[in-house]
């Protein structure tokens, strides 16, 4: 097929083009900034656009350069950033009014679940809301795959779930830790990506997407720790509601302030899977879908960074992935490697045999050291 990817540079979005080309799919990288695709590494494999979501004109005039196209995948979203609950519905309908003029088949759109709850918080209304806007009369098919928490080294899910793992030997435990979550890898997500542009096996419609077993936050830092062999103790509160600990993780952690906060705060709703699942279509991933214990695992046994077409296992982190993602040994090594001169860095891999407590204090806090400053310095 000719396919369109929007968000093409982003953590899901340079695993579903490798995904895409392995299967000998013609694919369109749609992106605002085309110069970003040239440090991916599938970047000579693909067709670049320019795509100005936020922009109705020039959103047309994108998808009708591109020329015809069977599916067109969406994975764009402004969490994070100021006022993205108004500008991400605008942008997914400019880019269905597009879709339609230019032909577009299907959309296939990424988002996340819908809990039934009418205070749900700015992440999870927006993602119902883009769905709704890109549903256009006339216009192509849409669906939609609800996801809860994406496991693999480089997701913002994950790293927050790691750094908390790894930071804090004493983990508060809110009541809201204990509602029921469905994890789900990032293999089996490219795998159901995939799957759902083939209107044969998947009709159009809204669909939820998980891994086999349901859990909780509290129980998948539990995992977490003991799959990384760390020891760590939760400690039962009260009055800390969500809000509290996006100021808290926006603090101590180096995942952007407004991701992280708006992300925590969806954790005050049970985020489980509803009865449309797509498993009931589409056969299982090759090997069965991953419990969250395997997919912590092969995130956890990630290389150093390489590019995400040549990663042996989609968990493992991309140099095309965020700069803070990866855990506090890489980035202490990183930063390191900046400020120390060539014949010192290979006395770095002393810092893997420190034990026990040690290890975990000095990553930590150099880490937050050279974290927190850019933070302080944007303020």
């Not at 952007?256 to 509803?274: E, I």
Request: hydrophobic residues 45%.
């Amino acid at each position: 097929m000719r396919v369109v990817v929007t968000g093409a540079t982003g953590y899901v979005g340079s695993r579903l083009v490798t995904a895409l080309l392995a299967d000998h799919h013609q694919v369109i990288a749609a992106t605002r900034t085309p110069a970003r695709l040239n440090r991916l590494g599938w970047s000579g494999e693909v067709i670049p656009i320019r795509l100005e979501a936020s922009d109705a004109v020039l959103a047309r005039a994108a998808l009708t350069a591109a020329g015809p196209a069977d599916v067109l995948y969406y994975l764009v979203h402004g969490i994070g950033q100021p006022g993205f609950r108004d500008a991400d519905p605008k942008a997914a309908a400019n880019v269905a009014a597009a879709a339609k003029d230019a032909g577009v088949r299907r959309i296939v759109y990424l988002g996340g679940f819908t809990p039934d709850d009418d205070n749900l918080s700015e992440h999870l209304a927006s993602r119902a809301e883009v769905a709704a806007a890109l549903t256009v009369d006339g216009g192509p098919e849409v669906v939609w795959l609800g996801a809860a928490m994406i496991i693999g080294s480089g997701s913002t899910s994950f790293e927050m779930l790691r750094y908390v793992g790894d930071r804090f030997p004493l983990i508060p435990i809110p009541a809201w830790m204990d509602n029921p979550i469905d994890p789900v890898s990032i293999r089996d997500v490219v795998y159901y990506l995939t799957a759902a542009a083939d209107g044969s096996r998947v009709p159009a419609g809204a669909y939820d997407i998980s891994g086999p077993r349901t859990t909780t936050y509290r129980g998948l830092l539990h995992t977490y720790a003991q799959v990384s062999g760390r020891r760590r103790a939760g400690l039962r509160v009260r009055g800390v509601d969500t809000r509290v600990a996006s100021w808290v993780t926006a603090a101590a952690l180096p995942v952007p302030d407004g991701l992280a906060a708006d992300l925590v705060k969806s954790l005050d709703h049970p985020m489980t899977a509803s009865d449309t699942v797509l498993k009931d279509l589409v056969a299982d991933p090759p090997g069965g879908p991953l419990v969250a214990e395997e997919a912590i695992a092969r995130a956890l046994a990630s290389p150093p960074p390489r590019p995400v077409n040549t990663l042996a296992d989609p968990h493992h982190l991309a140099d095309s992935d965020p700069v803070w993602a990866g855990g506090d040994a890489l980035r202490i090594h990183r930063l390191a490697c900046a400020v120390m001169p060539p014949l010192a860095r290979p006395t770095l891999d002393l810092v893997n045999r420190v034990p026990g407590p040690l290890a975990g204090a000095l990553r930590t806090g150099l880490d937050m050291l050279s974290s927190l400053t850019p933070k302080v310095r944007s303020r």
